[in-house]
């Protein structure tokens, strides 16, 4: 008898216990959790910034507060929709994201962006001349450029023996299964439309039907449709041709050195990510202050180390590697790029596009 | 004849458990990249603990699943016995409506949650993932708890009180010992649910909370880091320790 009260007792105190130290560890997130979303006492400005994951140097965000004192709450996205959506709600209050071109149009047709006084970021003299005035913000007022690249053919050596200079190669018939298309409507569709001879952007109905007839064509020479496993496999060598974007092509040459990459000579796509301040922005001084940070050199240079893309920023570049700035893969000449072309966003041409592709995927 | 039993069991464990094998490998690759070896390093770990985004993220990740599993539980299991008592009509209204959550897909439960936390101008941050949490669990503790008080004797808590005890006593005595699994499971499920849920967290959350789901899923187009590798390792032995002691202990208590 006396054993099972014992046990019974031990347990009840146990139990106490842990329920104390649950107690404890949960109480004090609530304390902090509370005053994060009210600023509390105003002693300190907090930055929230939204950015894509894996984006950003980790050292970077601990510089700034050092500088600063301003404290940041980073968060992550996975798309540009998804962040479009949070921020046209109201949900979240951003100070700075950092979307992709298209979407950063969008944004400013709906009114959505702040814009950026330049003069309170003094080193917006670091980005070349050639990022600024671009299709999507003509004149540079809501967005600073943050990365870019191009899209290319990243092809092994040892598998392909002519020179990779056309898309056409990628409906070449010799390499049968070989080939890797993007599980992306805007980027495949673009290459059948420049394979062709027409603008990424075209509304023309004529031309979409001939994009989409080669797409369908081609569709018995891919491989596969993925998305960030294109890189592994070329590394691992399971096709010879693969539709890529430039930074993913540095780093899978990096890997492996049979892979090269090449922009053809019909012209690309050639994006950029790039810093906005939305309307929701309650510190528009801060998060200026924020682009001026980002846009230092030092911090730059950090980085495009980190991230392996192409950095906009001259006085980053500077700081590169020759090797790496000699790499056209990386750092093509405006010559290379001269027939490359930014996505536009129009809604009704989304739609078109979606649906083509929703035919293509579905053949 | 048994030699195949025991080979199916195996094929059936080696597929459940291969991936988490080859993550747990290549989490001390030097390389980044899957397709290549390139020799065995723990700087994937150093660099996990570096890494304060994911740390928080982790954090805020066991919290919110620890929380939100217990208040759920708590609320589910008194609503289900409520649910229990009500009369037929009533009840299957409200069990539909407790159904609802459950069919809906993830990202209108996580919009709609969001748009009514912007209507009533709570700023999206910790306590708003709090409460997005607690909301989506509690109907899985309700289904949990209700086939365990369909089996309960219907007249065992009158007996209860005939014998002398409180409403209160009966109940924590007699009722709630007996519908105890359906309890627990409920909220290992709510548990289970809460660790796992990226849709919904990431139109409920702000402020810089971020839990692991969205962290990693915000890495889509850049490749998963193999520091979440790493995560996943510690992650995965962790659990698997837990497991064996509280195993070890259970099968003393029943031994000794």
Known sequence: ?363 | MRFLKKFYTFIIFFFLYAPIVVLMIFSFNNSKSRAKWGGFTFKWYAELFRDDEILSSLYYTVIIAVISSLVATVIGTIAAIGIHNMSKVKKTVVMNLTYLPVINPDIVTGISLMILFIFIKLDLGFITLLFAHITFNIPYVILSVMPKLKQLNKHIYEAALDLGATPLRAFWKVILPEIMPGVVTGALLAFTLSLDDFVISFFTTGSGVSNLSITIYSMARRGINPKINALSTIMFITVLLLLIVVNKRTSRKENA
């Open chain 1, 1 to 363: 008898m006396k054993h099972i009260k014992y046990n019974i007792k031990h347990k009840k105190q146990i139990v106490k216990f842990l329920a104390l130290i649950l107690l404890l560890t949960v109480s004090v997130p609530l304390m902090t959790g509370c005053g994060k979303s009210g600023n509390g006492s105003g002693e300190r400005v907090v930055l929230n910034v939204y950015n894509w994951g894996d984006y950003i140097d980790e050292t970077v965000n601990d510089l700034f507060e050092e500088k600063y004192g301003i404290k940041v709450n980073y968060e992550t996205f996975a798309t540009n929709e998804d962040m479009y959506t949070k921020i046209k709600s109201g949900g979240g209050k951003y100070d700075i994201a950092i979307p992709s071109d298209y979407m950063i149009k969008r944004m400013i047709d709906e009114n959505l962006l702040n814009k950026i006084n330049l003069d309170n970021i003094p080193n917006y003299k670091y980005i070349e001349d050639r990022f600024k005035n671009l299709a999507y913000d003509p004149n540079n007022e809501y967005s600073v450029p943050y990365m870019w690249g191009t899209v290319g053919i990243l092809y092994n050596k040892t598998m392909v023996n002519e020179p990779v200079d056309s898309w056409k190669i990628l409906w070449d018939e010799k390499y049968a299964k070989q080939i890797l298309m993007l599980d992306s409507y805007r980027e495949s569709i673009g290459v059948a439309l420049k394979m062709l001879g027409y603008s990424m952007n075209s509304d023309n109905p004529e031309e979409l039907e001939a994009a989409q007839n080669a797409l369908i064509e081609q569709k018995p020479l891919v491989l596969a449709y993925i998305g960030d496993e294109i890189k592994d496999k070329m590394i691992g060598e399971e096709a010879a041709l693969a539709v890529v974007w430039s930074g993913d092509a540095i780093y899978c040459k990096r890997e492996n050195p049979n892979l090269e990459y090449a922009i053809p000579k019909e012209g690309s796509n050639y994006w950029f990510d790039a810093i906005v301040i939305p309307k929701t922005a309650e510190h528009q001084a801060e998060a200026e202050k924020y682009i001026d940070f980002l846009c230092d050199p030092e911090i730059a240079f950090k980085n495009t180390e980190y991230i392996g893309y192409s950095s906009p920023n001259s006085g980053a570049k500077e700081m590169l590697d020759p090797s790496l700035l000699n790499d056209k893969t990386a750092y093509p000449d405006d010559e290379d790029i001269k027939n490359c072309e930014i996505f536009q966003y129009n809604e009704s041409l989304i739609k078109t596009y979606d649906e083509i592709w929703t035919r293509i995927t579905a053949e």
